[in-house]
């Protein structure tokens, strides 16, 4: 008995060797790796058998005043990329940068590369005339409110001093010694000169708190007084009394010198 060889139909083949190649073509598509080159830029990452050239970085000089850089990035990397390397160097946020290439300012969004950016190409980098006076203004607004920060601190190290010297009475007058009047007087003179030391402060913000604060310490201290001074009033002086030991005059004794 003969069997009947089964036949394969052409197109069918066909088929199954273009579903094959596709997954095989997916499957290469899968594999593909990516790396981030300087600037941020995500780009696909060559084999060592491609026959693509791989792209080489670009160095470009900066110059900022008389400060001079060197910065690595890609041909294809922006401006604006380039600013925020430049930050971490100079300090200076991207917005507050202005750079000259070939003689031309450029935006953030032009590229080295299209801007005629070449390896070892010159670029002058200034800051943004607008934001250095803001700069300017910031400084000497800190300044101010330092200046301010170190009166208060002052006074309120003068005001230590004479709370202690407040206690010091207080301890005195409760122990039921008299204290002088003068001494309380001239210590109120001394906190009222300090009050006005704070009047004449001009205060912002939370240096104004600061001085309230220490303008309240003040009070509190004169407050005290004018009640030690109330309670000193009525303890008596102590009177000391001395008692003298009297002693009896010795007895003269006379010697007469006799003549003939």
């Not at 003969?2 to 199954?16: D, G, Q």
């Not at 300017?136 to 330092?146: L, P």
């Not at 407050?223 to 000391?240: G, T």
Request: hydrophobic fraction near 35%; charged fraction near 30%.
């Amino acid at each position: 008995m003969m069997k009947r060889k089964p036949k394969f139909n052409s197109k069918k083949a066909e088929n199954v060797e273009r579903t094959t190649s596709t997954r095989a073509a997916d499957l290469k598509e899968e594999v593909t790796e990516w790396e981030m080159r300087p600037g941020g830029m995500l780009v696909q990452r060559r084999s060592d058998n491609s026959n693509v050239p791989i792209i080489q970085n670009l160095r470009i000089r900066v110059a900022y005043g008389a400060a001079r850089y060197e910065m690595v990035v890609n041909p294809h990397a922006t401006f604006g990329e380039l600013k925020k390397l430049l930050t971490e160097e100079t300090g200076l946020q991207p917005g507050e940068q202005r750079i000259i290439c070939r003689g031309k300012e450029r935006e953030n969004g032009e590229y080295l590369d299209m801007c005629g950016v070449k390896d070892r190409s010159k670029v002058i980098l200034i800051e943004d005339p607008e934001s250095k006076e803001k700069r300017f203004i910031q400084m000497r607004k800190n300044a101010k409110i330092q200046a301010t920060h170190r009166l208060i601190n002052d006074v309120s190290i003068e005001i230590d001093k004479l709370a202690q010297q407040v206690s010091a009475i207080e301890k005195s007058i409760g122990n039921g010694k008299k204290v002088a009047e003068l001494q309380i007087t001239t210590l109120i003179e001394m906190l009222m000169r300090q009050a006005v030391k704070l009047d004449n402060i001009s205060v912002k913000g939370e240096a104004c708190a600061q001085n309230n604060l220490q303008g309240e310490r003040v009070q509190k201290c004169v407050e005290a007084l004018d009640l030690l001074k109330v309670a000193n009033a009525k303890i008596k002086p102590v009177i000391i009394t001395t008692k003298w030991e009297t002693f009896d005059p010795p007895p003269a004794t006379a010697s007469w010198e006799l003549f003939d």
